[in-house]
């Protein structure tokens, strides 16, 4: 039985360990909705850009940030291709993608909800 688990430890000690919050590797999906195919989190709620953002930089704080929460990345994530990451102005990373960061939306309840596109004319579906 020690021989047994010593073979465990040592294949556990050579995998590499998942980040819960390494979306660029796979937390950030891509699912089918009304709107079409559109980026979600890791739970499926659908992901939205602002129109008001500049590459690499939210304009989305206070009031704005309440109902739509930044996609909040981990101190120690990093950037994988198009996914990239954004500081903001209190230090804490979000998760972007092709520059625009991203949001979820207060009023979505389920995955695959889109109902935060159009919002103010400002606020999209994040696609590809």
């Given amino acids: 039985m020690r021989s047994l688990l010593l073979a ?5 000690a050579s995998m590499p360990l998942a980040q819960a919050d390494d979306y660029a590797s796979g937390a950030i999906k891509s699912m089918d ?3 079409g195919e559109v980026l979600t989190d890791a739970k499926g709620m659908t992901l939205y850009t602002f129109d008001k953002d ?3 930089t939210s304009n989305c704080y206070d009031a704005c940030a309440k109902k739509w929460p930044p996609l909040a990345a981990a101190a120690d994530a990093a950037a994988d291709g198009k996914y990239t990451l954004i500081e903001r102005k209190d230090g804490a990373k979000q998760w972007a993608y092709d520059g625009k ?6 009023n979505d309840k389920k995955p695959g909800d889109v109902s935060g596109d ?3 004319g400002v606020w999209h579906v994040a696609k590809e």
């Fill in 8 to 12: 465990a430890a040592v294949m556990a």
């Fill in 54 to 56: 500049t590459a690499g």
């Fill in 101 to 106: 960061p991203l949001y979820l939306w207060q």
């Fill in 33 to 35: 909705t009304a709107k």
């Fill in 118 to 120: 159009g919002v103010g």
